[in-house]
């Protein structure tokens, strides 16, 4: 029996239970909103294109390219809500087509402390142990970074181009901008240390406790060592380049990676700066993973499209078609019925049935 498939919805069973178990409820969302409701949010969106239609009563309406969105919306203030999903989610793919894309995830948001921080942090980890046991998580602070830049004083155009060497790892360029903005030597240090940051946990909370040593800051170390002790050590990296749209993210960001997929295949971080734009109070973080992803992960090269292909005669009657793929199916593989096997079909096994029903191969 061929167990990619399940190999697949077993791990999604599993991460729903991971979740109910840690007092998420599922949120369910219909297929469609409002366009403007995307409108007024495109920045946020993965990508400005959606896809749209117009309702029975004239109104324009898009299929849902996102689900945090829609968490948000249906929040309510002073009041911790804890959701997961499992949704379908409609965005441009690399072929340069619209593409159905399966996605999971889960937000906190409200009045949240640093526990609901660390909880989402650990649970991202445990996604990503229930998917594959060699896995790694990049994790940031945006808050170092901007603090870094703030104290440069610097103007945001040239803040934003820091931003922009941070993400690209581009000690070069930083060093360029900064000379340009005439950033003191001292100060371009500390932003070239971050960059440069050692990627082992114990060595980049060491190197951000030397680089500023007011009241302020070293708080903000202790909170980011305390997050990161929700990690096993040797699964963490600290990576200050893992950056988000500075818009709507803010403080903790990261990216999960399994071995054998060469992308991400789970980003999340907190978003208070969005619950702000969409008139929300409160904190947010949350993550999604990437399931079209995974699921790559976990169909090998040479799978099979069938288990078992039935092979009919001509003029077999269908209910003797019928009571021979129950009988072929019954140790659980999945059957299926075709009057002549396509040429480029992968079947496990072939088996034949003549016009009076009976297997002849």
Known sequence: MSTEK?????????????????????????QFEAYDFYARNKNFLVSENVITFTDLD?????????????????????????AYYHENVYRPTKSGTFGEIM???????????????????????????????DWLLDVSDLWFFSTAIERTGVDGETGDKLFACLGEKN???????????????????????????????????????????????????????AVLSALPEARVRVDFSVV?????????????????????????????NLLARMGKSGRAVGFALYLDRVEEYFMPRDAYDADVVLIYAPHTPPRLVA??????????????????LPQKLKARRVVRLDENGVIVC
């Not at 919306?73 to 809500?81: F, V, W």
């Not at 999971?104 to 942090?121: A, H, K, P, T």
């Not at 930083?174 to 082992?200: R, T, W």
Request: aromatic share 8%.
């Open 6 to 30: 399940n190999t697949v919805e077993e791990k999604i069973g599993a991460l729903r239970e991971l979740y109910r178990r840690r007092g998420y409820a599922r949120f369910r969302m219909r």
């Open 58 to 82: 004239g109104k324009l309406m898009a299929l849902k390219p996102d689900v945090t969105l829609s968490i948000i919306k249906n929040s309510d203030a002073g009041e911790i809500l804890r």
């Open 103 to 133: 996605q999971m995830g889960l937000e906190c948001i409200g009045d949240l402390d640093e526990y609901c921080v660390f909880e989402v942090l650990s649970l991202a980890a445990e996604s990503l142990d229930a998917l594959s046991p």
């Open 171 to 225: 000690a070069h360029d930083l060093k360029a901008v900064c000379s340009a903005a005439g950033v003191c030597e001292q100060k371009a240090n500390k932003l070239l240390a971050l960059l440069n940051c050692d990627s082992d946990p114990r060595k980049a909370l060491s190197i951000l406790e030397s680089l500023y040593d007011d009241a302020a800051w070293q708080a903000r170390v202790a909170a980011f060592g």
């Open 244 to 272: 988000s749209n500075r818009k709507y993210y803010n403080g903790l960001v990261f990216q999960g990676f399994i071995n054998g997929v060469p992308q991400n295949v789970l980003s999340g971080g907190q978003y208070d």
């Open 323 to 340: 009571a021979a793929a129950a009988e072929l199916g019954k140790n659980g593989d999945a059957v299926t019925a075709l009057p002549a």
